[in-house]
């Protein structure tokens, strides 16, 4: 006896594929998405860097660019600080000269570090000013092999010290830039008395 075949119709329903259901037309929707989200994002900081932090001073633009200003000079250099110089007008700054081919910048040992952010600012824009800028200590001990400074010798010295108050200030052969709080403020201030901006 032969077995018989049974054929077992099926009906198939095919389902419709939604639009959603389409993992390409999904990943394109993400991506379409993503590009806008971005596009409006940079609208949006680019009108917060543009809405009025901007000026002119004595000559030089100032753009404050997230947290920094951006000084453009007219020959197109720029520098960056973390103050502006309208900020800085207060604080006193007695004439400072230095036309000389060599300049220290002095520390005293455990007071003060020559390793510091603002120190290194400070020297690398000296040295665009200054042929020779090296660094110096105020006492022998604890000093690193430098050469040992004071205010009461002949060689110009630049001392970045903590003080009662934001100034700079001269005393026998030391430049003193005295800060309270803050000693960007007062290298910023220094820098842009340097530069001829304030």
């Given at each position: 006896?032969?077995?018989?075949?049974?054929?077992?119709?099926?009906n198939?329903?095919?389902k419709?594929?939604?639009?959603?259901?389409?993992?390409?037309?999904?990943?394109?929707?993400?991506?379409?998405?993503?590009?806008?989200?971005?596009?409006?994002?940079?609208?949006?900081?680019?009108?917060?860097?543009?809405?009025?932090?901007?000026?002119?001073?004595?000559?030089?633009?100032?753009?404050?660019?997230?947290?920094?200003?951006?000084?453009?000079?007219?020959?197109?250099?720029?520098?960056f600080?973390?103050?502006?110089?309208?900020?800085?007008?207060?604080?006193t700054?007695?004439?400072?000269?230095?036309?000389?081919d060599?300049?220290?910048?002095?520390?005293?040992?455990?007071?003060?570090?020559?390793?510091?952010?603002?120190?290194?600012?400070?020297?690398?824009?000296?040295?665009?000013?200054?042929?020779?800028?090296?660094?110096?200590?105020?006492?022998?001990?604890?000093?690193?092999?430098?050469?040992?400074?004071?205010?009461?010798?002949?060689?110009?010295?630049?001392?970045?010290?903590?003080?009662?108050?934001?100034?700079?200030?001269?005393?026998?052969?030391?430049?003193?830039?005295?800060?309270?709080?803050?000693?960007?403020?007062?290298?910023?201030?220094?820098i842009?008395?340097?530069?001829?901006?304030?």
């Amino acid at each position: 006896m032969r077995a018989r075949k049974v054929s077992k119709s099926r009906n198939v329903v095919k389902k419709e594929k939604g639009f959603f259901s389409d993992k390409r037309k999904v990943g394109l929707i993400f991506v379409g998405l993503f590009l806008i989200v971005l596009m409006v994002g940079s609208m949006l900081m680019s009108s917060r860097e543009d809405d009025g932090k901007e000026y002119e001073y004595n000559g030089y633009y100032f753009i404050q660019l997230e947290g920094y200003w951006k000084m453009v000079a007219e020959d197109d250099i720029s520098l960056f600080f973390l103050n502006d110089p309208k900020s800085l007008e207060n604080i006193t700054v007695e004439q400072v000269n230095l036309m000389v081919d060599k300049v220290y910048l002095g520390f005293k040992p455990g007071e003060e570090g020559f390793g510091s952010q603002g120190i290194q600012r400070l020297g690398s824009i000296l040295s665009s000013a200054v042929p020779s800028v090296l660094p110096a200590c105020f006492a022998e001990e604890g000093c690193p092999d430098l050469p040992i400074v004071s205010c009461g010798g002949e060689d110009k010295v630049i001392w970045l010290k903590h003080g009662e108050e934001d100034k700079i200030y001269n005393q026998d052969n030391c430049v003193i830039l005295q800060f309270k709080d803050k000693e960007m403020k007062i290298i910023d201030l220094f820098i842009y008395k340097l530069l001829g901006v304030m």
